[in-house]
């Protein structure tokens, strides 16, 4: 096998040794603990395994491998202060491990530390020297009789360095230690009998990898007992192997960080020697910015507490330090993207995540420069007068104040003033803060109010805790699925602790991809998932300005608060939403460009299955424009114009040309939308919308409908994508149907319809001319019922015509036919009685008026009508009695006549 020389070599190599001796590889956890609340990150390989080696979980195999992420920031695993001035400490790094779960024992495990260091890796067996425990004369033995190493080189240490343990009780046990021999000129302590015994922290000695024998139980009285099935923890941190391999005595020089610092050095400019005299700086970004991209990818947000506070910290940090070795703007997302592309390999995440990553280190870096120089200028004022008056140590309650109001991280307030030979009150720092969070009510958390209303009432309480710093993070652009907590769960307007399979609530997590709706665009639906329970996302809104809940119903197993999940946005749906939005951005373009600038958009929807469009325009658009302006909108989705997202201060894109909709509230800073050229845009709007990435993603586009929403607004509905194959789809079906039905090919369908459809008119006309001669041999019949009221010719009778225009004409043949009288002719028409009643001008003037006659007549019918003196017209509802109505006619004339 080919010796490793690369750090992603060794990596590889390791896991595949220990796999061909029967180890499973095991991928690395979170860096964010889940489980033990004592820990905010995981720091060391055996994390994941606690509850194997304690025998509270089975696995499936006894032998693992990992390469596990490791953050050492808190307690006394901290070294923070040490990353910078010390060529081999980290904030974040990885460890590589083998773990034996009471299958292999001592033997194994040191023989396979010796073969991977000296067959493996190469390295001479010379340069290694090993420590045991005073105790511990079976590891002696192994060294010395079955590795062969000579004796100076096996040295007997004690618990300090040597005995390794859980906690105060429980699995414990002696440790072996591999070290690494830089040679005498490395040696920086000056003493004549340096050795790894002297535990100096001497740069000529380089701890490589601790095996860890957990061989005994302690009791409260400190008796350890032997365990019955002793295991194996080791740990080798990946830098340090790569260093001994790679020849760098300093890790920052070894290629797990030199493309990384390459990578500032370019950016600032710098020469090599430059890059020298700012060392500290260099190796602050490139340990800072890896475990800042590391954390991002887990899921860390930056925050006032715990992890989040962590992550806000280091890279604030680093902000800081690039200030001072000549940073200008943002520039840790640079070197993010190296590690991303150097590690992403064997860190997926890195990869699948990596626009969040630049975006929050962007964001974060920004958000800092906004106060940081007058935090540090506020902090130079305070040293000034401290000095003055003769005081060394900041008081706690001032570099809190220098936090809540500028943002300056308690660490970075200790580096500058460590650099001035001052000191920091620490334990009043933390008196200062604690205070804080137990008074601040709305406090720098921001403005709630809170009593009746539960949700704000939730946020202010998770702000105040910490648990959300500005409400939750709310990013459906970070893409379909995320890793998140439940920080909070309603049901009935109640806020509770769990949801059972079966009820429905809304679920509150501190990060969100989906989108909630807003401008016109309707919200995600999709699924969150934890532990085989199923939370089904059915709609999404925000109860208060910083709350975002997801609405729906717990489909199976229990959701409770604290609980870590996926969240899993239906992409489907929502690719359909993206197209009908881009596509309602090319038809505001093309209308403007075929109707006139003066259109405006005055509302629309974009759904999954559809988009409306309202715009400002005072007439109708016939069909022929619709047809032009789908012709256009339908080159630009062919063209396959790239979509453009960023993001600027408003005034800047306004001024730059971008549209902003009347009636919408913009931010300082507002994402705009390019289609086209970024130079030379064919469409440029502020939108918070999710978009296409390229118009030929679209599909197609049909428009549905037009027509008139109000006075000088008219409304477009239309379809796109999988809509717009089906809308064509359906119609092509009904083509087909109706070419079958008529036994015509599709290419003769019209002119067979409009033949079809001039024999229908002929045949109506000629069905038109029966009727009427019907109707006017009936009218003559009628003539015959006609009576007389006080001398008045009165008819009033049931006729069976097609309309109303069939009874008006019969009352215009009854005042041509009869000098002076008064009709009042009924027909059911359609299932409902219509009635005309007609009055000769000669009784109008002595009282009698057709409309009065015609309410009359109506009301008897459950309708009502009305009209001129001596023509008007009614309907009703109940044909039944219509006979009956007519009936009472001559008595209304009798009436009308006194």
């Keep these: 096998m080919k010796r490793p020389t690369t750090s992603n070599e060794l990596r590889q190599a390791f896991l595949e040794f220990f796999k061909e001796r029967g180890h499973e590889i095991v991928a690395s956890a979170v860096l964010p603990q889940q489980d033990n609340p004592t820990l905010l990150f995981t720091n060391a390989g055996m994390n994941q395994f606690v509850d194997v080696f304690l025998g509270k979980e089975k696995r499936t195999y006894n032998r693992a491998t990992t390469s596990q992420k490791c953050m050492r920031v808190q307690g006394k695993h901290n070294d923070l202060e040490n990353v910078g001035p010390s060529p081999r400490h980290h904030t974040f790094f990885e460890m590589l491990g083998n773990f034996s779960f009471g299958d292999y024992f001592k033997a194994d495990a040191i023989r396979y530390a010796y073969d991977f260091m000296t067959q493996t890796c190469a390295i001479p067996p010379e340069k290694l020297y090993f420590t045991v425990h005073t105790s511990d004369d079976e590891a002696y033995d192994i060294w010395a009789n079955e590795i062969g190493a000579p004796a100076d080189h096996i040295l007997r240490m004690g618990d300090k360095t040597n005995f390794w343990m859980m906690g105060d009780t429980g699995p414990c046990g002696p440790t072996s230690e591999l070290h690494y021999d830089w040679g005498e000129e490395a040696c920086t302590c000056g003493r004549p009998d340096c050795s790894v015994l002297l535990d100096n922290d001497c740069d000529r000695w380089l701890e490589v990898w601790n095996l860890v024998f957990m061989q005994f139980d302690q009791a409260a009285d400190g008796a350890r007992t032997p365990l019955p099935k002793p295991g194996v923890d080791t740990g080798m941190g990946l830098e340090r192997i790569t260093s001994a391999v790679q020849q760098t005595p300093v890790n920052y020089d070894n290629d797990l960080f030199a493309p990384a610092m390459d990578m500032v050095q370019e950016l600032l400019g710098d020469q090599d020697a430059d890059r020298a005299q700012k060392y500290v700086g260099y190796r602050v970004i490139g340990d800072h910015g890896r475990a800042a991209t590391f954390m991002i990818a887990d899921g860390v947000r930056p925050g006032s507490t715990g992890a989040g506070y962590v992550l806000r910290m280091i890279i604030r940090r680093a902000a800081r330090f690039g200030r001072k070795i000549g940073f200008t703007q943002p520039f840790l997302a640079h070197v993010a993207g190296v590690f991303i592309a150097q590690m992403g390999e064997a860190y997926p995440e890195l990869k699948q995540r990596r626009e969040h990553i630049l975006r929050t280190l962007t964001r974060e870096e920004e958000k800092f420069a906004r106060t940081v120089d007058s935090g540090l200028a506020q902090l130079d004022r305070m040293v000034a007068e401290m000095r003055g008056q003769g005081e060394t140590d900041i008081p706690g309650e001032v570099a809190f104040n220098l936090y809540a109001t500028y943002g300056l991280p308690l660490e970075i307030t200790r580096d500058v003033v460590k650099e001035l030979g001052l000191t920091v009150d620490e334990p009043g720092f933390v008196r200062a803060r604690d205070a804080h969070a137990a008074a601040s009510g709305a406090g720098r958390f921001g403005q709630y109010e809170t009593g009746a209303n539960v949700y704000a009432d939730a946020l202010h309480e998770l702000m105040v805790a910490g648990v959300l710093e500005d ?76 709350l975002v809940a997801h609405v729906g119903v717990m489909e199976d197993g229990r959701l409770p608060v604290g609980r870590s999940v996926h969240l899993r946005v239906d992409d489907g749906r929502r690719g359909d939403i993206r197209r009908n939005h881009t596509a309602t951005h090319i038809l505001h373009k093309e209308l403007r460009s075929h109707l006139g600038t003066h259109v405006q958009q005055a509302g629309s929807l974009v759904a999954p299955d559809r988009l409306r469009f309202d715009f400002t325009h005072d007439q109708g658009v016939d069909k ?33 040309g971008a549209m902003a909709l009347f009636g919408e509230k913009y931010g300082d800073v507002v994402r705009t939308v390019k289609i086209g050229d970024p130079n030379h845009p064919y469409s440029y709007e502020l939108c918070g919308g999710l978009h296409v990435g390229e118009t030929a993603e679209i599909g197609s586009f049909r428009f549905v409908s037009e027509g ?83 001398g008045v010719n009165v008819l009033a009778a049931r006729v069976q015509v097609a309309n109303v225009d069939g009874l008006r004409e019969m009352a215009d043949w009854f005042r041509d036919k009869v000098g002076s009288g008064t009709a009042v002719f009924g027909a059911v028409i359609n299932d409902k009685p219509m009635i005309i009643a007609t009055v000769t001008d000669d009784l109008v003037k002595r009282g009698v008026k057709a409309g009065d006659i015609v309410r009359e007549v109506a009301q008897r019918v459950g309708g009502s009508g009305g009209g001129r003196p001596n023509l008007a017209q009614a309907g009703g509802r109940d044909a039944s009695k219509l006979a009956e109505a007519l009936d009472a006619v001559a008595g209304l004339v009798e009436k009308a006549l006194g």
């Design 471 to 546: 409400g939750v993070e709310y990013d459906p652009y970070l893409g379909a699925e995320t890793e998140s907590d439940v920080v909070a769960i309603f049901r009935d307007g109640q806020r509770v602790d769990v949801l059972q399979a079966g009820e429905k609530g809304e679920v509150v997590t501190a990060v969100t991809p989906f989108y909630v709706e807003a401008g016109g665009e309707v919200s995600d639906t999709g699924v969150i998932l934890c532990n085989g329970g199923k939370f089904r996302v059915t709609d999404m809104r925000k109860p208060v300005h910083g």
């Design 708 to 790: 008139a929403v109000a006075a000088g607004v008219r409304r477009v509905e239309a379809v796109t994508g999988r809509g717009a194959a089906e809308y064509v789809a359906t119609r092509l079906d009904t083509l087909e149907r109706v070419a079958g039905k008529l036994n015509t090919p599709i290419p003769e369908l019209e002119t067979r319809l409009e033949t079809l459809l001039a024999e229908h008119r002929a045949m109506h006309k000629e069905l038109e001319k029966l009727q009427r001669q019907a109707a006017r041999g009936q009218f003559e019949m009628l003539l015959a019922q006609m009576r007389q009221v006080q």
């Design 624 to 656: 022929e424009a619709l047809a032009e302006i789908e012709k256009h909108i339908n080159k630009v989705i062919l063209a396959n114009r790239r979509v453009t997202i960023t993001h600027m201060g408003q005034k800047e894109a306004v001024e730059a």
